[in-house]
């Protein structure tokens, strides 16, 4: 043959067969090779390894309540329902779910950390750290005398970031707040441990703050002018212009001027 000639057609085309036969059986291999590994028991889930918090879920019970759930092996098990499995117990904030060779998965878990009870007085909510609200066993907190907040549910932040702002402004007068409001026209309401209501009224939160903040500034010089201390205090009324009435115990409704700056 000379060799500045093109190969004869029925060479190409005992090539191209070629090509394809092993291509053809390449794929079988693939194919073959999947199957025994889908099949195979040694890549059946056979444990589950929990990390993170685990403070209200051990990991004994998590895999019990979570293993019903999951469906597949080490190869064809969906790691987006594994975390949402894990994700809908009780407390679990988030998980991250990884397959472990040959047949495990290694779980990471962040809980929720409650820090205020959240609603009307008997609702089974709370508010984590983030200002998310989620429903739980109020019976597993740890801390029993947790605050609670309340308000429209998309302004949950908000409220927890009122709570922590105004928290030290009364602390400073050894008074405990125990509930904050915020209603659904957006008048803020705050109750502290003794009983006391005290009407922050409305505006944005920098404003209302600065109101909360000159009104816990001034408590102690007015009340002593009565002879009391703050904790005499029973209700309060920031919703004046250029003051606030306070109620003491013993002592009728009082109107104090801002001070002057």
Do not use: C
């Amino acid at each position: 043959m000379n060799p500045g000639m093109p190969p004869p057609f029925d060479v190409k085309l005992m090539n191209m067969a070629a090509s394809l036969l092993f291509m053809g059986f390449f794929v079988l291999l693939v194919a073959a090779a999947a199957w025994w590994a889908v099949r195979n028991p040694v890549f059946a889930i056979a444990g589950i390894t929990v990390q993170g918090d685990t403070a209200h879920n051990n990991a004994v019970t998590l895999r019990a309540n979570v293993a019903p759930r999951l469906a597949g092996n080490f190869f064809t098990i969906n790691l987006t329902k594994a975390r949402e499995a894990f994700e809908a117990v009780p407390w679990v904030r988030k998980a991250v779910v990884r397959r472990d060779f040959p047949n495990r998965l290694r779980v990471q878990l962040q809980e929720h950390k409650a820090v205020a009870l959240w609603g009307t007085d008997g609702e089974s909510k709370l508010i984590n750290n983030f200002g998310e609200v989620f429903e739980a066993n109020v019976g597993d907190v740890e801390h029993e005398e947790l605050p609670r907040l309340a308000g429209p549910a998309d302004q949950a932040p908000q409220v927890l970031a009122m709570y922590q702002a105004v928290k030290p402004l009364f602390e400073a007068l050894d008074l405990s707040v125990d509930h904050v409001t915020l209603s659904a026209r957006g008048s803020w309401q705050v109750e502290l441990e003794t009983g006391a209501l005290v009407e922050l009224g409305r505006g944005t939160a920098d404003e209302v703050i600065a109101r909360t903040q000159r009104f816990t500034q001034s408590l102690t010089q007015v009340v002593s002018r009565y002879n009391r201390r703050p904790e005499a205090l029973q209700s309060a009324d920031l919703r004046h212009a250029d003051g606030y009435a306070i109620r003491l115990r013993g002592v009728a409704t009082t109107v104090v001027g801002e001070a002057k700056k």
